[in-house]
């Protein structure tokens, strides 16, 4: 099974940036298909942010988010960043990275790093 642990999480301004990483240890090229990135809000659901596959990188952004954040991957490293830009106190939240199977399931989570964006 794939193991996930984020950082980078912090206190921001708003209109600031952070970059959360994804360390992803014992993967192998049959148990993961992509790395997703989910945020969890107090009072809110869990709620996509972004995916990235690990072959070809294709990605796939929230509404929410394109054009202020980028999903990017190392391969090399087995981790996974996010860049947020541009962040509005909507979106602080506690964010989680996940590991997407070949069966298109999420079946992994790290602990989650909180992201707290101020006016």
């Known amino acids: 099974q794939v193991q996930l642990v984020e950082s980078g999480g912090g206190l921001v301004q708003g209109g600031g940036s952070l970059r959360l990483s994804c360390a992803a240890s014992?993967?192998?090229?049959?148990?993961?298909?992509?790395v997703g990135w989910f945020r969890q809000a107090p009072g809110k659901e869990r709620e996509f942010v972004a995916v990235?596959?690990?072959?070809?990188?294709?990605?796939n952004y929230a509404d929410s988010v394109k054009g202020r954040f980028t999903i990017s991957r190392d391969n090399y490293k087995n981790t996974v960043y996010l860049q947020m830009n541009s962040l509005d106190p909507e979106d602080t939240a506690v964010y989680f990275c996940?590991?997407?199977?070949?069966?298109?399931?999420?079946?992994?989570w790290g602990q989650g790093t909180q992201v707290t964006v101020s006016a």
């Open positions: 996940t590991n997407q199977n070949f069966g298109r399931k999420y079946d992994s």
């Open positions: 014992g993967r192998t090229t049959f148990s993961s298909f992509a």
């Open positions: 990235i596959v690990w072959s070809g990188g294709t990605t």
